[in-house]
């Protein structure tokens, strides 16, 4: 049975991410692998699941159908590196992405973690953006 | 009592555009270190000290007033919100704050909190300006054995009473009393222990020591344990304060300022066991105990009224005598030095305007904490999302930045870096800061005082229990020094009150308490250290 892995974070781009990658994976028949990351140095991070919102995506993965597994790892390594550490481990198939707009000055002041990604990670990458904002 | 015309007067200048302006970046300065953990009033007063002496000294004191109240009222913040207590005083507040965060009453827990510590903040300041001229007509009379008593028992209480551990506590104390001896002797103009090293010979400065001690240890230490999952924040939900949860605060708010601005004012003082009884009483009066421990109300009420009360109680001893009892005020203490104003008796009269100001500023700095931080909770906790690694990084520059400043000296720099060491072990195992700092600040003020007496008595030792209130206050301090030992021995362990505290916040996180305000961790499990 192959893997497929999705880096998940609580916002409109990890919900269209996670959703493809359900999808995948129910097509492929594959493990479903949702990993959700923090560097862990900041008191709060927002984008990390925790309590109430953790259970209520089990729930509802559990509910999907496929064959889940949930991943936090805080290594205080950037998502790109947690996210090529899990594919190699799980040497998955498939890993699904969300992908942010962001202009060319934000690129240059922020970096992007999906660049890294597509670098680093040795496996095909599927790359999915929110769905544009109604009028 | 005729201090109202004298008040008044303080307002009006403290009213000046330019003091408004002070007061308010205070209050949100303030605001955002007592949301952070680990980074407190005295730390940021500390940083401040070198920057603020350019200013005039009525401005920068109210800058301080405001950080340190600012300081109170942001650690609730915390506490409610993320179970994680920005300051040692606001352990308690978290017990039942973050439960009731849970159960959806959030908006209504920083609700009570907020409008408790104004109301506090409020009549304890009012008890400060009534009671600050009785006590330094008390005062005037007093003589240098009697302050060297005084000193004795602050000494004593900051290290002993209100810390884990007494020994820990004493030891620190130790650092800062040798600390503070290094440089000329004033008296005989003998060099102490400064190593042959010619800067030394005007001692140490007080503001590398502190930020050495406060920012750099604290940095040092969260640097070596920077790697944790974050912490999970609760929403600010549900419905602002009910009439219901009026009903139910008020009490809890008066008997949290009754309780906490006399612990503050006593040379005993701190903030933590104020909260800790105000918890406690509570508990046992509430008409809804089957509330407790799933987010009560009263449990938030009490204990932030109590440290807010106290935070003003402090101000007692330091503003009629010169004695600080918390770390913060420690390093008020040494801005007041810094521009060669003696806090003691006489600086009511001496410095009268200043003082006054002062004291209006805390009002006015109270209504703009209670107007900023119930619209602002939510801003405020956006600051935690700021890495750590940059947040303490600029921390460092600062502070290096601050001492350089103080006498453009690149000793300074050697000296901020060994106490920084020093600083980081302390917290590494567990010593407290605060008596540190205290016996630097207070150390210098008791030995001249001691030396003094016994100049005047010509050697004799006698002179030191000569008064009756010498003898009653060296004999509190002895039993503030043995009583825990003996009834250890009698009971077979310390009693503290950790039979309160058992329950306490327990997030996996080590409690931060350097730049807290007080001596910190009472009768919380000791977590850091060996948590991992």
Redesign the interface.
Same mark, same amino acid.
């Given at each position: 049975m192959g893997t497929v892995v999705v880096g998940y974070v609580p916002t409109p781009r990890g919900r269209a991410a996670l959703d493809h990658a359900v999808l995948e994976s129910r097509r492929r028949d594959a493990l479903l692998v949702v990993v959700n990351t923090?560097?862990? *140095?900041?008191?709060? *991070?927002?984008e990390?699941l !925790? @309590?109430e919102a953790l259970r209520a995506l089990s729930q509802e993965l559990a509910a999907s159908g496929v064959a889940v597994e949930v991943r !936090?790892p805080?290594? @205080?390594r950037d998502v790109a590196e947690e996210l090529a550490a899990v594919v190699e481990e799980t040497d998955a198939e498939l890993l699904v992405i969300g992908l942010r707009k962001r202009s060319a000055v934000g690129k240059l002041l922020m970096g992007s973690a999906a660049q890294r990604i597509l670098l680093d990670v040795d496996c095909p990458i599927l790359a999915v953006k929110a769905p544009p904002r109604g009028p | 009592m005729g201090s109202l015309p004298e008040l008044l007067d303080g307002f009006a200048s403290a009213i000046t555009p330019l003091n408004l302006l002070f007061a308010l970046l205070g209050v949100l300065l303030g605001t955002a270190v007592g949301v952070? %953990?680990g980074i407190g009033p005295a730390m940021t007063v500390a940083l401040l000290l070198p920057v603020t002496y350019v200013l005039e000294p009525t401005s920068a004191l109210i800058m301080f007033a405001g950080i340190y109240y600012g300081g109170m009222y942001g650690g609730s913040t915390t506490s409610i919100l #993320?179970n994680?207590p920005g300051e040692s005083s606001s352990i308690m507040t978290a017990l039942e704050g973050n439960k009731m965060a849970k159960a959806g009453r959030g908006a209504a827990a920083l609700g009570t909190a907020a409008i408790g510590s104004f109301v506090a903040g409020t009549i304890a300041t009012l008890l400060l300006a009534l009671v600050a001229p009785t006590v330094v007509e008390l005062a005037i009379g007093i003589t240098p054995a009697d302050y060297f008593a005084l000193a004795v028992i602050a000494f004593v209480a900051v290290a002993t009473v209100l810390g884990a551990s007494p020994l820990r506590g004493l030891a620190s104390l130790g650092v800062g009393l040798y600390l503070g001896l290094v440089g000329t002797d004033l008296i005989s103009g003998q060099e102490r222990f400064t190593l042959g090293v010619p800067q030394l010979a005007d001692g140490l400065d007080v503001v590398v020591v502190a930020v050495a001690l406060f920012a750099v240890g604290e940095a040092l230490y969260v640097a070596s344990r #920077? +790697? +944790?999952? %974050? $912490?999970? $924040?609760m929403a600010m939900q549900g419905r602002f304060m009910t009439g219901q949860d009026l009903r139910r605060s008020w009490a809890p708010w008066l008997r949290g300022t009754a309780l906490g601005f006399p612990f503050g004012a006593l040379p005993a003082g701190g903030a933590e066991i104020p909260t800790f009884l105000s918890y406690a009483a509570e508990r046992k009066l509430t008409k809804h105990p089957e509330e407790f421990g799933h987010g009560a109300i009263e449990g938030v009420a009490g204990p932030e009224a109590a440290n807010n009360a106290a935070a003003a109680g402090v101000l007692v001893p330091l503003l009629t005598l010169g004695l600080p009892t918390s770390a913060t005020a420690a390093i008020l203490l040494a801005a007041f030095q810094g521009y060669g104003i003696q806090p003691g008796p006489a600086l009511l009269t001496t410095e009268g305007p200043l003082v006054w100001t002062l004291i209006a500023s805390l009002f006015i700095g109270n209504t703009m904490l209670l107007v900023l931080n119930l619209p602002l909770a939510g801003v405020w $906790?956006k600051l #935690? +999302?700021? %890495? +750590?690694?940059y947040l303490y990084a600029g921390i460092l520059m600062f502070a290096s930045l601050g001492c350089y400043a103080v006498n453009a000296d690149p000793l300074d720099l050697v000296i901020l870096l060994l106490l920084g060491v020093l600083g980081f072990f302390m917290r590494r195992y567990g010593w407290p800061v605060a008596p540190a700092v205290i016996g630097l600040i207070l150390g210098p003020v008791a030995e001249n005082n001691l030396r003094r007496a016994l100049a005047i008595s010509d050697g004799d030792l006698g002179v030191l229990v000569e008064t009756w209130f010498s003898r009653i206050v060296l004999l509190l301090a002895l039993v503030a020094l043995v009583g825990p030992i003996v009834l250890r021995v009698v009971r077979g362990q310390r009693p503290s009150p950790s039979e309160v505290g058992a329950g306490a916040p327990a997030t996996g996180r080590p409690q931060h308490r350097s730049g807290t305000d007080e001596p910190a961790e009472v009768g919380t499990p000791r977590r850091d250290g060996r948590d991992d």
């Open positions: 923090s560097r862990g *140095d900041a008191l709060v *991070d927002e990390f !925790q @309590g !936090q805080v290594h @205080g | 952070l %953990p #993320l994680t #920077l +790697r +944790r999952g %974050p $912490v999970e $924040v $906790v #935690l +999302r700021i %890495p +750590r690694p």
